[in-house]
């Protein structure tokens, strides 16, 4: 389920702040006020969450390092250690 922020039409209050993050399925219809203070709220735009970008494939050699077993497929259901 994807996270929503919601912030405060007016103000900001002392109990919520400048906003809140709610998690809720994408088929509900969006909060049009604060569940803690009853203020009338409206959804933000869903911002990309940021992922690392690969800078290259990985090989053989990466998955060693990093500690993985690499296994070879030699014929049908047997593989051997490279």
Same mark, same amino acid.
């Given at each position: 389920?994807?996270?929503?922020?919601?912030?405060? #039409?007016?103000? *900001?209050?002392?109990?919520?702040?400048?906003?809140?993050?709610?998690?809720?399925? $994408? /088929?509900?219809?969006?909060?049009?006020?604060? *569940?803690?203070?009853?203020?009338?709220? $409206?959804?933000?735009?869903?911002? +990309?969450? /940021?992922?690392?970008? #690969? #800078?290259? *494939?990985?090989?053989?050699?990466?998955?060693?390092?990093?500690?993985? +077993?690499?296994?070879?497929?030699?014929? $049908?259901?047997?593989?051997?250690?490279?």
């Amino acid at each position: 389920m994807p996270v929503y922020r919601y912030v405060p #039409l007016k103000s *900001p209050c002392k109990l919520c702040g400048t906003g809140f993050d709610r998690r809720h399925s $994408a /088929n509900e219809p969006a909060l049009t006020q604060c *569940p803690v203070c009853g203020q009338a709220v $409206a959804r933000e735009d869903i911002h +990309t969450i /940021n992922t690392p970008k #690969l #800078l290259k *494939p990985l090989s053989v050699t990466d998955a060693k390092q990093a500690g993985f +077993t690499v296994l070879k497929r030699t014929s $049908a259901g047997e593989y051997e250690k490279q």
